[in-house]
């Protein structure tokens, strides 16, 4: 009768006597060393009972170096994608990370007032850079930009009607839908309009007594074109304040500066909307303003109050490391100028292609022969601009098995996450540094 080899596997106990693995234990905390330990069993045991063929010390430390790794990695973004969301958004000027850092090393006066000694408010924090950017009268920060737009509907509309059209029922990221945002605000959803055509007496007709919103929302992830008809939100806000109703613009992507200089355009910018006449406007702090995530909201001191005593406010608030990198991105807006150089997101969506075509010849250079110069197209990305693209410079890498290439590159350190077009991998320089190209070099060398 045959043993079965798994019966013969070293126990766990056994392996953290071995003087290698003390040593580990003397290196790293025992919880994970057992662990390592016993995934090193468990793989073995998979493998029908087979020892690994490195031997188990190296296997344990192996799994250690493994399980020690953090899970949220940094990475180089060579997609040419400028707000990619599954890459973090907006990376942070180094005003912000300094301001992170600063708050981050110790106590700070999140809720508490210096001058009378007693308690004080977090929705102070920002509020009055933000009113000074904006033209608004008042304004508070939140956590994500959905959580702005539920507290939103949920101080002025719950128990109410909300009305919207049918072409702005959008979805965002996540399989998150506007309208599911809006129910569980409380307020119940009325849709007019048609899907590429709402007009103004689509909104006059569904207004009744338990109207209470007129929701306006930019579709920021998407165009509809041709036979199109909506109504602009100045348009909304007069109708609304003439029924003693609530106008909400839902912006998406907070854009504080105008960027059609640089060839982008269509995309309103917050104090275009607050301009408008809007009761209040949301939106996000890590697209296209170029900060940490979170959701603003701007508009009337009325409108503000009420977000403030809703009862989701508390759960929605934002935390001390946002509220300071927040701040410190936004002071960087009081001139323009300064703004653009020093904010990542700014500085990649109005940089000269000629700038991006020197750091892509850097980077050709450094890669070899094996690579071509090739014209192509960057995206803003994060639901911004739709369909717009900017002209950028790529090296192409051609690649019998590109997708084995690519998970080459995202298994260097740090790994560096690149796109395909047939045969060949893009390296897109406009949204690598410039402190990055030699790293790129050495990850794409092998």
């Known amino acids: 009768m045959t043993t079965d080899p798994r019966?013969?596997?070293?126990s766990i106990d056994t392996l953290l006597a071995a003087p290698a693995v003390a040593l580990l234990l003397a290196a790293h905390p025992r919880a994970l060393v057992v662990k390592a330990a016993r995934?090193?069993?468990?793989?073995?045991?998979?493998?029908?009972g087979t020892a690994p063929a490195e031997g188990w010390d190296a296997a344990v430390r192996a799994a250690v170096v493994r399980l020690a790794v953090p899970s949220l990695a940094p990475v180089?973004?060579?997609?040419?994608?400028?707000?990619?969301?599954?890459?973090?958004?907006?990376?942070?000027?180094?005003?912000?990370?300094?301001?992170?850092?600063?708050?981050?090393?110790?106590?700070?006066?999140?809720?508490?007032d210096l001058g009378s000694g007693t308690r004080g408010s977090r929705h102070a924090i920002c509020r009055d850079l933000l009113v000074e950017l904006t033209g608004a009268a008042d304004a508070m920060v939140v956590n994500n930009a959905a959580g702005a737009l539920l507290l939103a509907l949920s101080a002025l509309a719950r128990g109410g009607e909300a009305i919207v059209s049918r072409g702005e029922l959008v979805e965002i990221g996540g399989s998150f839908r506007i309208p599911d945002?809006?129910?569980?605000?409380?307020?119940r959803v009325v849709e007019v309009g048609t899907t590429n055509r709402t007009h103004p007496n689509d909104y006059d007709r569904a207004l009744t007594t338990d109207s209470r919103v007129l929701l306006k929302v930019h579709r920021s992830n998407f165009q509809v074109t041709?036979?199109?008809?909506?109504?602009?939100?100045?348009?909304?806000?007069?109708?609304?304040?003439?029924?003693?109703?609530?106008?909400?613009?839902?912006?998406?992507?907070?854009?504080?500066m105008n960027l059609s200089r640089w060839g982008l355009s269509g995309e309103p910018t917050v104090p275009e909307a607050v301009a408008s006449g809007a009761d209040l406007a949301v939106f996000s702090g890590d697209k296209l303003l170029g900060g940490p995530q979170a959701g603003i909201l701007v508009g009337s001191e009325a409108a503000i109050a009420a977000c403030r005593a809703d009862p989701i406010a508390r759960?929605?608030?934002?935390?001390?490391?946002?509220?300071?990198?927040l701040e410190a991105t936004l002071a960087l807006y009081r001139d323009h100028e300064t703004a653009r150089k020093e904010i990542p997101v700014l500085r990649m969506l109005t940089e000269d292609p000629e700038g991006v075509k020197r750091r892509a010849n850097a980077l050709l250079q450094g890669v070899g022969t094996s690579a071509e110069l090739?014209?192509?197209?960057?995206?803003?990305?994060?639901?911004?601009?739709?369909g717009a693209k900017m002209k950028t410079w790529l090296v192409g890498i051609r690649h019998p098995t590109p997708d084995t290439y690519l998970a080459q590159l995202r298994s260097f350190d740090p790994p560096v996450i690149a796109r395909?077009?047939?045969?060949?991998?893009?390296?897109?320089?406009?949204?690598?540094?410039?402190?990055?190209?030699?790293?790129?070099?050495?990850?794409?060398?092998?």
């Open 226 to 256: 041709g036979f199109t008809a909506d109504v602009a939100v100045v348009e909304l806000a007069e109708m609304a304040h003439g029924r003693g109703i609530a106008c909400v613009y839902d912006l998406g992507s907070g854009l504080l």
């Open 420 to 446: 395909v077009a047939g045969s060949r991998v893009l390296l897109d320089a406009r949204t690598i540094f410039p402190e990055q190209v030699e790293t790129v070099i050495a990850a794409v060398r092998g």
């Open 39 to 48: 995934a090193a069993v468990d793989e073995a045991r998979v493998n029908g």
């Open 76 to 112: 180089i973004n060579a997609t040419g994608v400028v707000l990619h969301t599954n890459l973090g958004r907006a990376p942070l000027a180094a005003a912000a990370i300094a301001a992170i850092t600063r708050i981050a090393q110790g106590y700070s006066a999140l809720e508490y």
């Open 181 to 187: 945002i809006m129910a569980r605000s409380g307020a």
């Open 315 to 325: 759960t929605v608030r934002a935390d001390k490391l946002t509220l300071a990198g």
């Open 7 to 10: 019966r013969q596997l070293p």
């Open 374 to 386: 090739i014209e192509g197209d960057s995206e803003v990305g994060g639901g911004s601009f739709p």
